[in-house]
């Protein structure tokens, strides 16, 4: 971590736990408006493949969310979802490939990620424009999703209909939100149960659900798709052992790929990840 991001953090940290003498609540609001803000800017420079696509945009809940198209109406179509603090332009490489083998490839920015609107956004909000791209674009034959895309795919799956034939490609991806919450707390420095019950309290209020709810794990149950699960065993950010949970469910439906030293963000730029995933991505 760089030396001004630890300053910027200690003084956010030191921020809420003075709000908190007055307002826990509050001081959880924050927390989760901060969970929920993207701390890396996009760049300016688009990768020169995305001019080659067809722009798609969508209007959702008062915002613009902007994606592109490649090969429409053409072959096997598959959606790409980046991560949070990412943007589809991350992914290149993989979009280059499906779409020079014929593939529809649909690929979007989430609110609040590169040249979308937005300044915040959460998994719901991220589920329900999958819901919004699928209703406008068609149902996906195969979907790709790296960390938060993942979570948020696997909570749109469960309200869209699909099938065994359908293909879908987790790479790190945040399998429990409490986790991540966790993590969260631990960078900001902020400890305390009261703290921690307010911020539950926050995402119950705003959601209708607890926060153990947002669970890759509990969402799996209710997807019949198959699934090629990739995870890294030095991920700092989307810990192996949440995954490791799921895999002793032993669902039929997923295959597991375990890697060693290629991290949370490394691991979608292997090129043994990549082989695997446009084997796993072959509707041929």
């Known amino acids: 971590m760089k030396f001004q991001q630890k300053l910027a953090i200690k003084f956010i940290s030191t921020k809420i736990k003075l709000l908190a003498l007055f307002s826990k609540h509050k001081a ?70 499906l779409a020079n083998k014929g593939y529809e490839v649909l690929a979007f920015n989430a609110q609040a990620h590169g040249n979308s609107e937005g300044k915040t956004v959460n998994v719901l909000e991220y589920s329900e424009l999958i819901e919004a791209v699928v209703k406008k674009m068609g149902m996906p034959d195969g979907f790709m999703a790296h960390s938060f895309g993942g979570i948020a795919l696997c909570l749109a799956l469960e309200n869209i209909t699909h099938s065994c034939n359908t293909k879908v490609v987790l790479i790190a991806p945040a399998t429990e939100t409490t986790t991540a919450a966790d993590g969260a707390f631990k960078i900001l420095n902020i400890n305390g149960t009261a703290i921690r019950s307010a911020f539950d309290k926050v995402i119950f209020d705003k959601s209708g659900h607890s926060t153990n709810w947002f669970s890759i794990r509990r969402a799996m149950n209710q997807i019949q ?22 895999k002793e469910d032993n669902h039929p439906n997923i295959r597991f790929m375990i890697t060693s030293g290629l991290g949370h963000r490394n691991i979608y730029h292997s090129n043994e990840v990549k082989n695997a995933v446009f084997k796993f991505l072959d509707f041929k």
């Open 28 to 97: 959880a609001e924050k927390i989760f408006e901060l969970f929920c803000t993207p701390f890396i800017k996009p760049g300016k420079n688009i990768p020169a493949l995305f001019s080659t696509a067809e722009a798609i945009s969508i209007q959702l809940k008062g915002k613009v969310i902007n994606g592109y198209c490649w090969n429409r109406g053409k072959g096997k179509r598959v959606m790409i979802l980046h991560g949070f603090s990412s943007s589809a332009y991350k992914f290149q490489s993989y979009i280059s490939v």
């Open 225 to 246: 798709a198959a699934v090629l699960w990739a995870h890294d065993e030095n991920d700092e950010i989307t810990p192996l052992q949440d995954a490791l949970k799921v």
